[in-house]
């Protein structure tokens, strides 16, 4: 049974929530030092068992919260004035892995002037990593994603987001690393213009742990666009068609590299929109994974 952990605000203080079949638990109001899933990786570090099995230690002396994650979410219910979702975690660090999908490859080279370096790290050995986050760019579920107000061509880039505490994946996530494809495409030297900015990267909504996952290469991934209520974009993709796998990329960026406990990897994106579509302010972007959920954001200009 998959094993979810959300960050949930209640009444204004931080609660560590873990969902399993159907119930919340608050793993906080047993334990108050575990407020934080970085909390909860520090004790079962300690205590050298699965997070896992440390967090269902806990839910199992807890009596289950009498409300939903899909109550919290929903807007018109009464607990969600007393409750909100927040992002998973506050990463320190966000990395990306570009041309991990070969639609992306073909796509990046369709809107580059220089199309070859896309190929050729798509076959190489040494996989195209790169900082889209220090940690204050990035945003939690139902935080507005940003676009880039000197841009013409943004997209969102539904990808799988990996955990990674003490050199090795731990959970999962979804992510959208939200991108400025115009100015990428003039110039590969361009890219950290094209990827790093205000609200540039989304997160969450939840955390699992990756013996709670099955096997991260076998997850479907789709995305839908809605302006005005109507689906302007949608597509699907499955893991599966990664030419890299999870822990390969995790052990490319943990050589010769100090990764701090908590930091994100996003693996790629393997859905691309065609290139007449944009996003466009207010429109709103949902991402989801299978055994994960569903990540959602609006657009604003930043």
Not at 83 to 105: F, H, K, N
Not at 223 to 251: H, I
Request: charged share 20%; proline share 7%; net charge negative.
């Amino acid at each position: 049974r998959t094993m979810r952990t959300y960050q949930l605000v209640i009444e204004g203080q931080a609660h560590l929530i873990s969902e399993m079949s159907n119930n919340l638990y608050d793993i906080t109001a047993t334990d108050t030092d575990i407020r934080t899933i970085l909390d909860a990786l520090d004790a079962s570090a300690n205590l050298k068992i699965p997070l896992s099995e440390f967090i269902k230690s806990i839910a199992d002396a807890t009596v289950p919260l009498p409300y939903s994650i899909a109550e919290v979410i929903d807007q018109s219910n009464p607990i969600s004035n007393k409750v909100e979702i927040s992002i998973p975690l506050q990463p320190p660090e966000v990395w990306c892995a570009g041309v991990t999908y070969r639609r992306s490859m073909e796509e990046r080279k369709e809107e580059s002037k220089t199309p070859d370096v896309y190929s050729r790290v798509y076959e190489a050995d040494r996989p195209e990593l790169f900082l889209k986050d220090s940690g204050h760019r990035t945003v939690g579920p139902f935080m507005p994603i940003g676009i880039r107000g000197d841009a013409i061509w943004s997209v969102p880039e539904p990808e799988l987001a990996c955990v990674i505490y003490g050199g090795s994946i731990v959970g999962f996530m979804a992510g959208n690393d939200v991108s400025s494809r115009d100015i990428e495409g003039a110039n590969p030297l361009y890219l950290a213009q094209a990827k790093v900015y205000d609200r540039s990267c989304s997160i969450g909504p939840c955390f699992v742990p990756i013996d709670s996952i099955g096997d991260p290469q076998l997850l479907e991934i789709s995305m839908k666009v809605e302006r005005d209520s109507v689906v302007t974009f949608q597509g699907q993709t499955n893991t599966n068609k990664m030419v890299r796998s999870c822990q390969e990329l995790s052990g490319w960026l943990n050589k010769h590299n100090q990764v701090p406990d908590g930091t994100v990897l996003l693996t790629g994106t393997g859905i691309v929109p065609p290139q007449d579509f944009t996003l466009e302010k207010g429109d709103s972007v949902s991402i989801s994974i299978e055994s994960i959920g569903v990540l959602t954001n609006d657009v604003v200009f930043v």
